[in-house]
């Protein structure tokens, strides 16, 4: 299998531009809500490799969508409200979900 070096690059660009927020929600916990763009933004090339991979149930990729817009919906729920809604946290189920099937049932290998 061909690795999809365009949405890896994605995935290590957004994570390594969400570390500085997170570090700096040390010193001001807004700043958590800035990184929180970058963890969504993340799981769209991840949901995308899912997908394509056929190693993986595809719902799982399309669970990993809507995480990302759960995690988008928090930030600006934040930053125009002040506080975020307790449901969007359903929205990023689709991450976990997804870190459980690779723990539990693991991926499984393409036939070439």
């Known amino acids: 299998m061909d690795t999809d070096k365009e949405q890896a690059s994605l995935i290590v660009i957004f994570g390594l531009l969400g570390i500085p927020f997170s ?45 990302s817009l759960g995690y988008l919906r928090a930030t600006v729920s934040y930053f125009l409200i002040g506080y975020v809604p307790s449901f969007v946290d359903y929205f990023t189920m689709g991450e976990l979900i997804w870190v459980l099937w690779i723990t539990v049932m693991g991926a499984k290998e393409i036939q070439q």
Do not use: C, D, N, Q
Not at 35 to 64: C, D, H, N, Q
């Open 23 to 67: 570090l700096m929600a040390i010193i001001m916990p807004e700043a958590m809500h800035l990184a929180e763009v970058f963890w969504g933004l993340w799981l769209i090339p991840i949901g995308t490799l899912v997908i394509r991979s056929g190693m993986f149930p595809k719902w799982i990729g399309y669970l990993l969508y809507v995480g």
